[in-house]
């Protein structure tokens, strides 16, 4: 029998080398890409092994045309498959075929039959200063739901935080989780950013989309000290310079973040104070609690009026509505030789 009169037998072989190779690579457990070059490899091998023989041109055309007819009726048998039963996609999806398992907002719904799930209501949340609705991550697969790091992207992702019992979290089929979205704005209008939720699922990330709405009058808060709380004392030993414990001048006050948002008070505020006379120190610390000024003093500061300058966040790192009134003048008097730890009579404004 010439070839020219079998290209049917061809075909045939051709189409049961590609259903194999794809059986087999589909069945060791590996990626869609290793299923098809298995397909190609399939497909290819039986039109090789008929290909010696007279009519050597005419069998290569007819085998290259029985392998690249295998190949369409295979992948495409596969993937129409695959599409009407909801599966995986056996192959890798042409360009610009849409996901099924992603939808636009770039969320991510992976169903892998046997494998674990995951459903996280709502879908989406719309937050304002108040809060955001509480989030459920729940495990609706086969396997158990390892949810992993849970993080923010997007323009605004500074403004949003999580606080719950999910990340780090492993949910059998029908448990939960729930964690609970913050919104501090920075800026009024409307701010846009992304939940990212980390697990073990084959494919992306679970995003879920939020939407915030700042204020129109948004209040940055404002560093204050208030001048009568101020007191000043000499202490022995009270403050190190250049590694060495030195007797100080230590001016106590309270700094305070008036207006601000919750979160705004776990920041760490550079203090610097300056005597006219040169001593100095700086230091940062938290904002609502008592803070110090420790001027180390030399024999020659002793006996002499101070005019102490405090500076509260010198540097403006800390955004504000008012940088103008960031400074607190005391006036205070150094005795004469040092002495034990005393209080000093201080005037501040």
Do not use: W
Not at 54 to 80: K, S
Not at 115 to 122: A, C, E, L, R, Y
Not at 214 to 232: I, N, Q, R, Y
Not at 236 to 254: N, S, V
């Amino acid at each position: 029998m010439h070839t020219a009169e079998k290209p049917s037998v061809q075909l045939l072989f051709a189409m049961i080398g590609s259903v194999c190779g794809t059986l087999i690579t589909g069945a060791l457990d590996t990626s869609p890409t290793v299923r098809l070059i298995g397909a190609v490899l399939g497909a290819a091998v039986p039109t090789l092994i008929g290909y010696a023989g007279p009519h050597t041109h005419l069998r290569a055309t007819v085998g290259i045309a029985a392998t690249a007819v295998a190949l369409f009726v295979t992948y495409g048998g596969f993937t129409l498959f695959a599409f009407a039963t909801d599966r995986p996609e056996t192959f890798p999806l042409p360009a610009g075929v849409p996901d099924p398992d992603k939808d636009q907002s770039g969320s991510t719904t992976v169903t892998v039959h046997g494998g674990p799930d995951i459903k996280v209501t709502p879908e989406s949340l719309k937050c304002t200063s108040d809060g955001c609705e509480t989030v459920t991550i729940e495990s609706t697969g086969e396997k158990p739901l390892e949810v992993r790091t849970i993080e923010f992207d997007g323009e605004a992702a500074s403004e949003f935080s999580q606080a719950g019992d999910c990340e780090n979290h492993t949910l059998d089929k029908g448990q939960d989780c729930r964690l609970t979205v913050n919104f501090t704005p920075s800026a009024p209008g409307t701010r846009l950013a992304r939940l990212v939720i980390h697990q073990n699922l084959p494919k992306l990330p679970t995003y879920v989309p939020l939407e915030g709405q700042g204020s129109a009058v948004f209040s940055m808060g404002d560093l204050v000290t208030s001048p009568e709380d101020v007191d000043c004392v000499h202490q022995q030993a009270g403050a190190i310079d250049h590694g060495e414990l030195k007797d100080a001048l230590q001016i106590f006050f309270t700094l305070r973040l008036d207006g601000a948002s919750p979160h705004q008070l776990n920041k760490l505020v550079l203090v610097s104070a300056r005597s006219n006379r040169g001593p100095s120190a700086s230091a940062r610390g938290g904002i609502g609690a008592g803070r110090v000024a420790a001027l180390p003093l030399k024999p020659d500061d002793y006996g002499h009026t101070h005019i102490v300058t405090v500076s509260l966040d010198p540097n403006n790192e800390v955004a504000e509505d008012n940088e103008a009134n960031n400074r607190l003048t005391v006036r205070v008097g150094v005795p004469l030789h040092p002495q034990s730890t005393q209080n000093l009579h201080c005037t501040a404004k």
